[in-house]
Structures are given as C-alpha cells and as structure tokens.
C-alpha cells in the first residue's frame, strides 16, 4: 500500500509542479505547433499525401518534442538534490520512477491531443470521427516513449554531457515506437478507420518490456 | 529495508573507501558512534565530511567497507532526518506543500499538524504558503531542518546546518539540537570551527584528506579538534 500512496503523492507533486510552471506543456507544444507549420508551409501536402506521410511527421514531432519535455524530469530533481530526499523517503525507489512516467504520459498525451487539431487543420485530415481510437494510439506510444524516456533521462542527468545525451540514447531506442505507432496512426486514417492491433501488440509489448526492466533495475539508475 | 521510528540507534563505519575516479574521498576510515552519542565531523573543506555524512544515509555505497546501525535488529533501518548542504527542497512548492509531500511518504500521522507545528518553530508560519524560491537562504536552510525533523529521526545527520542562519536561527537550532541529544537521538554534523552548536557535541573527529587523524571526547584535547590540523 505504501507503494502506491508515495506513487500517487509523487505524481500529484509532479503534476502541481508542472500546473503551477507550465514550462513542459508550453515548450513541448510549441515545438510540436512550429514543426507542424513549417511541415505544411515547405511541403504544402495534398489530402492524400496527408494521410500518407502527416502520421509519420507527426510522431517525428512527438518524438523530438518529447525529448525536449523528458530532460528535465530528473535534471530538477539533481538542483537541490530533492532526489536524494526521495530516496531516503520512499519504500521504493520504483514509485519515484512511475510517478514520473505517469506525469510524463499525461504530459505528453495533453500536448498530443490538443495539437492533433492544428495538425488536422493544417494538412486538411478529419480526426473528429477516429479521436477516441486515436487516443488509444497516442496513449500506448507516449506511454513507451515515456518509460524509455524516463529510465534515460535518470541516466542523462548524472552525465557531463546531460543536455545532449539523452535525444542521443532515447530516439534511437524508440524506433520500435516510431513504427507501430505512425503505422497505427496511418491504418486510422484510412477511410476505414482500422484500428491495427498487429501494430498495437508491438507497441504493448514494448511498454510491457521495458516497463518491466525499469522496475527491475531502476533503482540503480538513482544510485551515485 | 522498512523503518522504526524512535529506536535508539549507533552507527559504526567499518574500514570505508570512498573513490571518485582515481581520488580517494574517504580512506580506511573505521569507528564507531554510539547510540544517543553527539559528534561533531571537522575538517577541512574537501576533507570527506560529507561524503561520510552521506554513506551513514546510505545514499552513497562506499568503495569498501560498510555502514550499519548497531541497535537496528534484522532488516529494519532507524529513521534517519537528514540536512545536507544541498538544500532538498522543491523550490516551485510551497513551504507547507513541502512538508506535507515529505510527511506523506513518510507516513506522518497527522501530518497537516506536524508540519504546522514545525513551521512554527522554524518561524515560517507566516510564510507558510509562499513558494519556496521566494525565501532567503536562511529560510530556506530552516525549512530544510524542518523538513529533516518530520519523523522524530534516532538519528540526525546534519551537513553544516548551521549555514544561511542568523543570530535566532542558530539559537533555535542550537536548543533544537540540544532537546534531541537530551531524547537519545544519534546525532553527527559537521562543523566548520567552534560554535554553540558544536559545543553541544560530545565527542569531537576530525577528517583530514579522507582519512580519520583525530578522534575525541569532552576533556582536554577536545577543543583542539576543532583548531585547523587537530590533535592526533
């Protein structure tokens, strides 16, 4: 049970903290909303260039947005050294890293979300009548960028070189993301608005998968 | 490991290494601190005060060597309260949302009331609901103590506490200290020279390049410790 109370008040530290700076949500959308523009500006895609390439651009802009978003989340901890008051506080150091991810799922679908409708405005996709399947989507694959990213941004910000290593280990280990989650995306475009779950196994197991190493070997990402 | 609030409880450092790459930060450094013993850490800046302070919270694994608590029985840790120079706060809460996150990991029963009660004697009442990164470091460094008393530790690892305190801060502190060694709490902090707060010590070791040079109990010597090289 304590689990899961420091887990909980971890993740409402996180999210008040977050509400409270909004220095996450407003970067990682305005990247997203200036990638997307200048996308549609340079391309000027059809509608079914649209359906053809906007999932795989779009998850491009997640991916490199989400990199910007998953730095901090330990940087923070490291400037008054709040980690270490964590660890001596938790029963187990994994709640610190599920609240985290929680948060940063949460993060990463909110910005998701509300910059699918620019995305639909500007390369001229309906997502009205796939939101909720698109949801789904959207979840499972910040969830996976999430875990990953976490794990990493652990590792990155005991680094000397913390601002750039951690787009350098994450985007390579998120192609298992990248794949199912644009092919995923693209089958709902599709007139028949499949959900694909060939593509969505992949991306459970991945979650899955690495999910359960953070919970294995977690705790010696937070050791000095 | 899960906790025991209140048990007395000593610390014994057994032949501790500590390396940072090729530099040796603490070197064979092996005592013991009994339970409800006061000891005062000196040394120069550089000298392992804190890398020691924090292989006894078991933040830091040593090298070689290991830590335990004399008077812990099987897998159960004291409750250990910790001021590192760092201040272990979130600067984007406030001072009770602070305290209160801290106390609820802890499992503080009434916790809004303990962190009250701590707020007032740490004269941060008032502030109670103002960010952290409006405060002084001087209020800062008292709500860090405050944070580090929530669970009525056995025992009280304090990394130069005394810094950013003026004149009342350092008194309460002081008496703070002085109640807790009086309850049996172990109590170790690291003291830059002589002051209030390290007379109430009553054992006095000095580190010196990583290693244990003096080691001291209330007598003549004693206040040698303190005085740059020690006695040995």
């Known amino acids: ?224 | 490991m899960s906790r025991r609030v209140g048990e007395p409880a000593g610390i014994k450092f057994s032949q501790i290494d500590k390396k940072f790459g090729k530099l040796y930060a603490l070197r064979r450094v092996d005592f013991e601190i009994a339970a409800g013993e006061c000891v005062a850490l000196t040394g120069r800046n550089g000298s392992g005060k804190t890398t020691l302070l924090r292989i006894a919270t078991l933040l830091t694994r040593p090298t070689h060597g290991e830590v335990t608590f004399t008077g812990a029985t099987g897998n159960v840790l004291p409750t250990i309260g910790y001021v590192s120079h760092a201040l272990m706060l979130y600067e984007e809460l406030t001072a009770l949302e602070n305290l209160r996150l801290f106390a609820r990991l802890l499992q503080i029963p009434k916790l809004e009331s303990r962190s009250m009660e701590l707020l007032e004697a740490t004269r941060l009442a008032a502030r109670a609901n103002s960010l952290v990164r409006t405060f002084s470091r001087g209020m800062k460094q008292r709500l860090a103590i405050a944070r580090a008393l929530l669970e009525e530790p056995s025992v009280l690892l304090l990394d130069e506490p005394s810094t950013g305190l003026d004149t009342e801060s350092a008194t309460w502190l002081t008496s703070t200290v002085r109640v807790l060694r009086d309850e049996g709490c172990t109590i170790v902090m690291s003291v830059h020279g002589e002051s209030e707060l390290s007379r109430l010590s009553t054992r006095a070791v000095r580190l010196d390049s990583g290693a244990l040079v003096a080691d001291t109990r209330v007598g003549a010597t004693f206040q040698s410790v303190f005085a740059a090289g020690g006695v040995a």
């Open chain 1, 1 to 224: 049970m304590k689990f899961f109370s420091d887990t909980a008040a971890l993740l409402q530290k996180e999210i008040q903290a977050e509400f409270r700076s909004h220095e996450l949500l407003t970067t990682a959308s305005i990247f997203i909303l200036i990638v997307i523009v200048l996308f549609s500006f340079t391309f000027d895609p059809t509608s079914a260039e649209s359906k053809q390439f906007g999932p795989g651009l779009l998850w491009l802009a997640f991916l490199f947005s989400a990199s910007l978003m998953l730095q901090p989340s330990f940087l923070k901890e490291r400037t008054n050294d709040t980690l270490s008051a964590l660890r001596l506080a938790v029963g187990d150091p994994f709640a610190i890293f599920l609240a985290k991810l929680c948060a940063n799922t949460i993060f990463l679908l909110v910005t998701q979300l509300l910059l699918l409708l620019v995305f639909a405005v500007f390369f001229n996709v309906n997502v009205l009548s796939i939101y909720p399947k698109l949801a789904l989507v959207f979840f499972l694959g910040s969830f996976g960028v999430s875990t990953t990213g976490t794990a990493l941004s652990a590792v990155s910000s005991q680094a000397r070189m913390r601002e750039v290593l951690l787009p350098i280990l994450m985007l390579p280990l998120l192609v298992p993301v990248l794949i199912p989650s644009a092919e995923a995306t693209r089958a709902l475009f599709e007139p028949e608005h499949a959900l694909r779950w060939d593509w969505l196994g992949i991306l459970i197991a991945f979650d899955v998968v690495f999910l359960t190493a953070l919970w294995l070997f977690g705790e010696y990402l937070l050791e000095e």
